[in-house]
Each structure stands twice: as C-alpha cells, then as structure tokens.
C-alpha cells in the first residue's frame, strides 16, 4: 500500500471508533437517566444569596410547605438554605436527611418562584393534583415565604392522599404539623446544643418550673407596620398582672425575645425579682443582614425560636417568629396571648396597622388572622 491510503485508513479507523464510542456513551446516558436518575426525585426549598427569602418564619412557611408537597408527591425532600449563612452550619437534620448534595449533578430541573403569590391558594384549594404538568424534572425547587400547602386541608382530591399519609386532613397545616415536621427535619448541631441544654437547666430548674416567652417585634424601621413605642411596658403589665399576680413559689421564668434588643434589659429592669432570661444580640430581622458575623447573627434568631418550644405560656407581637415559635409547641395553641388588633378584621382590611393593639387570647386557628 501507498503510504498515503495507509494514513487514510488509518485516520478513518481512529474516527469511527471515537465515533462509537461517543455514541455508546449518549445511549447510555440516555438509559441511566431514564431509568436510573429519573427514579430519584427531589424537592428542594432554596433561598440563595440573590433571593428575597423573608426572616426566619417566612423561611420556615415556605420550607414546610414545600416539605408538605414532599409528602403529597413522594419526592425526597432538600433543603438548600444559604442566604446569610448555610443553615447546616446551625441546624442538621434529625429524622429526614435532606442534605441537598445528595443529588446528582446536573439533573433535569425546574425552579418554582411562589414567592407571596397568595393566588396560588385559589389554585391549589381546587387542584386535582399538584406538580404534575412537571412530574419528569428530577428536581423541583421551590422558593416562597409563605404557607402555600395549607389550602390543600380544605381540597376535596386530596383527602384520600392524605388519609393514606395517615393525616387528618382538616389537620394538614402548619399550625398543627409545625412541631412534629420540626424535629423530623432538625436538631441543633453539638455545639448549640450544650448552651441548649444548659440554658434550659436554669429557666426550668425543677419539674414545677413555668416558662413565660414574650416576643417583641417592634417591626423594620421605617416599615409601615412598626408598633407603638410603648408597647414594652404594655407587655411587661400583661404579664405581670396575668400570671404573676399569685406567684408566691416563683415558679415562673421568663424569657425575652426582641428585634430590639433594650426590651430585654428593660424587662429584667421590670421583673427584678424574677428570672429573666434572653441571648444577647439575636435582634436581627435575618432579612436584613448585617455584613459582619451573618452566621452568628442567624445562629442566634434560630436559637431563640428553638428554645421557645419550651414556653408553658407565650405572648407574642403579631408576627411570624413569635407564633411559629408557639406553634413549635407540643399543644400548639395553650395559654398563648398575641398583641394584635382586638377587631381582626381591621387586619383583614389592612394587614400592617400595627397601632393600638391589645391582647388576644390565640386558642384556635380562626381566632387570628395570620398569613
Ligand atoms: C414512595 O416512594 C417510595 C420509594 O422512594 C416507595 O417505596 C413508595 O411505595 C412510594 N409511595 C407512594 C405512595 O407512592
Ligand atoms: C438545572 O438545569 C440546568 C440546565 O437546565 C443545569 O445547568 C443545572 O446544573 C441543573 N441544576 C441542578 C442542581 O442539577
Ligand atoms: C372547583 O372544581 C370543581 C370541579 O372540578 C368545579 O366544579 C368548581 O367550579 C371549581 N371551583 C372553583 C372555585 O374553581
Ligand atoms: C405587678 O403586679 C402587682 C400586683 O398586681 C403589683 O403590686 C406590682 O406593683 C406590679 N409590678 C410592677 C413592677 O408593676
Ligand atoms: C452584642 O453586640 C455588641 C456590639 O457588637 C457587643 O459589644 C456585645 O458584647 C454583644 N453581646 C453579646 C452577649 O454577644
Ligand atoms: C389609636 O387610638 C387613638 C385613641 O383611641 C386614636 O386617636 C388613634 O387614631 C388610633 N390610631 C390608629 C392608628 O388606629
């Protein structure tokens, strides 16, 4: 042969066997993503750095909601929370593993923005199913701040999926779910946990002990829905002339909790002969970091809501943190008093008129109007 045609043939050998091997590969990709990955499915709640993800409870609305739609579609559930600060360097997961790295890269995906679209509550109280026009992505990721899956209580098609589930349905919303998703989803890691465990050693030193949980929110500066500037000593009398009025085992601890942090030092300026307790510095509305320590900033907004699963009697400002926090309880209604409008249906007409508010006693669902 001419040396010419030997390199010819040569070259045609070496391309049609990376040609097949090429093609081999796709065929099996394709197989292994039909038949493999795509029996792995996943839903995950996101809030990333360039999302706008609310505080802490409106974080938590949307992360169980989207953990309830988990439940519903069978879909491992993932939680991928990193605005501020990766939340797995505070809490980790207890019963549900929902690391977001076990999924595989580059999956077939599609990100749902719910974000405060109340209207999809129109949608899903009549829905036949959910997520279905979607039921081939591998991975579903859902961003909201709100409790978008409580509406599915009250939708006739889904009452058979949840029997099966083994939830009473009118009983599938947060308020009565909150606590047992809780700890299926968390604990605190080693480390918070110890403070835990020793701060909850001296607020309830012995069986007899009682906990008060009094939660401020004074509200954003500047944000129409800021509360009245008297509203401290409001909550101090309350307590004082609700519960303490007989208290002569002092078996009462109370514990503050506060976008501002000088209510805590005026309450211990109030109840000087009772025990008062509070973490330094967990002030911050986590939608608004600050730039430095946003880690610790978030840490300690997380820790305060865990302990206050803890709480025989709250009284809470009308504000996600403080009623999510109560409802984290084992009943999640008992003795809990919220500083709200006496008329809610002022609140209905206008959500954020936070002026001359009173104590309401919260002990059904229908009592408060929250979103
Ligand atoms: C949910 O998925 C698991 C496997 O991931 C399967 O064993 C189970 O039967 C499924 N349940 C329903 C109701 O589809
Ligand atoms: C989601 O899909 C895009 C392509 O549409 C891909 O680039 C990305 O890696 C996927 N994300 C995940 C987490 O798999
Ligand atoms: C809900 O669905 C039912 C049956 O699919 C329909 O008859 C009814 O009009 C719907 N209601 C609303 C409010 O969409
Ligand atoms: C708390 O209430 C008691 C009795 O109702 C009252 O005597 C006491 O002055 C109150 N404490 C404060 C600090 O106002
Ligand atoms: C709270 O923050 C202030 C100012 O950054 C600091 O001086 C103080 O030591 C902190 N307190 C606690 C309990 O962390
Ligand atoms: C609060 O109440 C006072 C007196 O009862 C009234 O003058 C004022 O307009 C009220 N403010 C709001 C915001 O409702």
């Not at 500066?221 to 309350?238: A, C, R, Y």
Request: proline fraction near 2%; charge should be positive; charged fraction near 25%.
């Amino acid at each position: 042969m001419r040396p010419k045609l030997k390199y010819k043939i040569l070259t045609m050998f070496v391309i049609t066997t990376f040609l097949m091997i090429f093609i081999s590969y796709k065929l099996i990709e394709r197989q292994y993503l039909k038949y493999g990955r795509l029996v792995n499915r996943y839903i995950s709640f996101e809030c990333n750095n360039d999302d706008i993800c609310g505080g802490w409870a409106d974080r938590l609305k949307g992360l169980f909601s989207t953990y309830a739609f988990s439940l519903i579609t069978n879909r491992t559930f993932l939680i991928k929370i990193t605005k501020n600060c990766d939340l797995k360097n505070i809490l980790i997961p207890n019963k549900i593993l929902w690391y977001s790295s076990q999924v595989p890269n580059s999956v077939s995906n599609k990100t749902l923005n719910y974000a405060w679209n109340y209207n999809l509550e129109i949608e899903f109280r009549n829905s036949t199913t959910i997520l279905k026009e979607i039921s081939n992505e591998n991975l579903i990721i859902i961003k909201s701040g709100f409790m978008f899956s409580n509406v599915l209580s009250e939708n006739r098609n889904f009452q058979e999926r949840l029997n099966q589930l083994g939830y009473e349905p009118s009983k599938f919303k947060l308020a009565f779910q909150l606590r047992k998703w809780y700890q299926d989803l968390f604990r605190l890691n080693k480390r918070l946990q110890v403070k835990y465990d020793k701060l909850l050693k001296q607020m309830k030193p012995t069986v007899n002990s009682k906990l008060i949980c009094a939660q401020l929110r004074m509200g954003d500066e500047g944000h129409v829905g800021e509360s009245d500037l008297d509203m401290g000593s409001k909550f101090w009398n309350f307590i004082n002339q609700t519960f303490l009025i007989d208290d002569k085992m002092n078996k009462f601890s109370i514990f503050i909790t506060s976008d501002r942090e000088y209510f805590k030092k005026d309450a211990e300026l109030f109840f000087r002969n009772k025990r008062v307790f509070y973490t330094g510095n967990s002030s911050l509305h986590v939608e608004r970091p600050s730039d430095s320590n946003q880690c610790e900033n978030l840490e300690k907004v997380i820790f305060d809501f865990h302990l206050m699963q803890n709480c025989d009697i709250g009284v809470v400002s009308h504000s996600g943190f403080g009623i999510l926090a109560m409802w984290n309880r084992p009943d999640p209604f008992k003795d809990l008093y919220v500083y709200t409008k006496k008329n809610q249906d002022e609140l209905r007409q206008n959500y954020w008129n936070r002026k001359n508010l009173t104590f309401v006693k919260y002990g059904n669902l229908d009592d408060i109007y929250f979103l």
